[in-house]
């Protein structure tokens, strides 16, 4: 065969005949290896899923154990407190109802401190405005009620 790729003369008959049946042979041969190919490719997936799910888990685990977690509602009432008082003075006269708003900020953390923002009826007393700010009244309006509910 070698010496056939080499030359431009064609085959002999017999030569015709070994070369098809080798090209035939070579099909069968490629199927049965993309066959293990596409088999092997879906046992490697099955096992990244399988890797990826573990690392979410552990990544779950570690959260419970935080240690955040551990620390009572009411050391972190008294925490938000003491800050949010802290800001206030700094913030005096500036608008509330934005993204830095300490009790919207905290709000948005978890499901044990949106409990506590919410509990906590002192970090929403020093709500203020700047009516100047709003192009239009309902927009600062909607913006006042979207933040009280």
Avoid at 18 to 42: S, T
């Amino acid at each position: 065969m070698n010496e056939l790729l080499k030359s431009n003369n064609p085959p002999l008959e017999a030569e015709h005949i070994q070369l098809k049946d080798v090209i035939g042979e070579g099909h069968v041969f490629l199927a049965r290896l993309q066959k293990q190919i596409m088999q092997i490719q879906a046992a490697l997936e099955a096992v990244l899923d399988e890797g990826r799910h573990i690392k979410c888990l552990i990544e779950s685990y570690k959260t419970i154990l935080h240690p955040i977690c551990m620390i009572p509602d009411d050391i972190i009432h008294k925490i938000f407190l003491t800050y949010h008082f802290e800001a206030v003075i700094e913030r005096q006269g500036r608008e509330s109802l934005n993204r830095q708003f300490m009790p919207l900020v905290l709000f948005q953390v978890c499901r044990d401190w949106r409990k506590i923002t919410l509990s906590t009826s002192l970090l929403w007393s020093f709500i203020t405005l700047d009516f100047e700010l709003y192009r239009n009244e309902q927009m600062c309006q909607n913006l006042l009620q979207m933040h009280l509910q």
